[in-house]
């Protein structure tokens, strides 16, 4: 159960990817970020309830329409959290920083991810609610995975000098990488019975409300999207959004009754940058990165290897 987890994982990281390769084509073809941040979600509802009429899905839409009505308030706090705080900043900073930029500096929800676990609560088979701990013996791994983080950044422009654009980016996606897994986790614990299409189908009902006054908001802005948009990301919500997201929410569903598992899982979206790099120099024609940059890939890599590698221990 753990290995498929961690291989739906990596395979959710290669379609994750793409959103930073087709951000980075729509915003620099004069897209508005409040559109192609809007656009995603609003595209991915509809592909999702046509997944219920496909025989091979298993998913019980009115089971988690009774969980809404049953807590209303709680599915709108931790769906908006987890999917309008960790898009919308995400893709405000994609305008200042190039895609693979993005994806690395995005890595640090592995961090937040693990640093959030205190903030759970779960009951056990005697009916005793009882905090999590943070799995300690995964720590190390999480400084070695930031710090292939850094190398990777170290060099860019906007790093060095006081650019106000830059750093005010870096604190957009900080804002991503915490509220993505922190929202995750508050649904995939209460719900643990829930499969990946079942939260994402939820949590999309919760958040259409804010999706669609963004929506009004950008046409306010800039009017309605032009064809690059629709179709950047019309692509963007049926690999990223429809593809990537079902099969993270699966994995983490599948470990969401331990948290080791879980934090492992969650690592292998450092697996992101790896594929933006590729595909950047594959498909945007992107420089190579340097040597120091590759070094920290490398060390990223072997933070993920060494979680992985990390057996369940007792504290």
């Avoid at 305008?95 to 993005?102: A, I, T």
Wanted: proline residues 3%; contains cysteine; aromatic residues 14%.
């Amino acid at each position: 159960m753990a290995i498929k987890s961690v291989l739906l994982g990596i395979l959710a990281a290669l379609f994750f990817s793409l959103t930073f390769l087709l951000n980075e084509i729509n915003l620099h073809a004069a897209g508005d970020w409040v559109w192609v941040s809007t656009l995603r979600y609003l595209w991915m509802l509809p592909m999702i309830a046509m997944l219920a009429y496909v025989p091979q899905v298993k998913a019980n839409f009115r089971k988690v329409w009774l969980a809404i009505k049953d807590a209303p308030f709680y599915w709108l706090l931790w769906s908006n959290v987890c999917f309008v705080l960790f898009y919308v900043p995400l893709t405000w900073a994609a305008q200042f920083l190039p895609g693979w930029l993005v994806s690395s500096l995005w890595q640090l929800t592995i961090i937040f991810g693990v640093l959030t676990t205190p903030l759970m609560k779960v009951t056990d088979s005697s009916g005793v609610s009882h905090r999590l701990q943070i799995p300690r013996n995964k720590l190390k791994w999480m400084v070695i995975i930031i710090v292939g983080i850094a190398m990777t950044t170290i060099q860019t422009t906007g790093f060095a000098g006081f650019n106000h654009k830059f750093w005010f980016a870096v604190v957009a996606i900080l804002i991503a990488a915490i509220c993505y897994p922190l929202g995750n986790r508050q649904i995939g614990v209460r719900y643990a019975d829930f499969n990946g299409l079942e939260k994402v189908f939820g949590m999309l009902i919760a958040t259409y409300p804010t999706f669609i006054l963004l929506a009004i908001i950008g046409y306010l802005r800039s009017g309605l999207p032009n064809h690059t948009t629709l179709l950047s990301t019309f692509t963007v919500a049926l690999s990223s959004g429809v593809i990537a997201t079902v099969l993270f929410f699966q994995a983490t569903a599948m470990a969401a009754r331990n948290m080791e598992v879980l934090a492992t899982v969650e690592a292998t979206q450092s697996f992101e940058v790896i594929f933006t790099v590729l595909l950047g120099v594959l498909f945007l024609n992107h420089a190579l990165p340097t040597h120091i940059q590759l070094l920290g890939l490398l060390v990223m890599i072997l933070g993920i290897v060494g979680i992985n590698l990390t057996r369940k221990r007792r504290y």
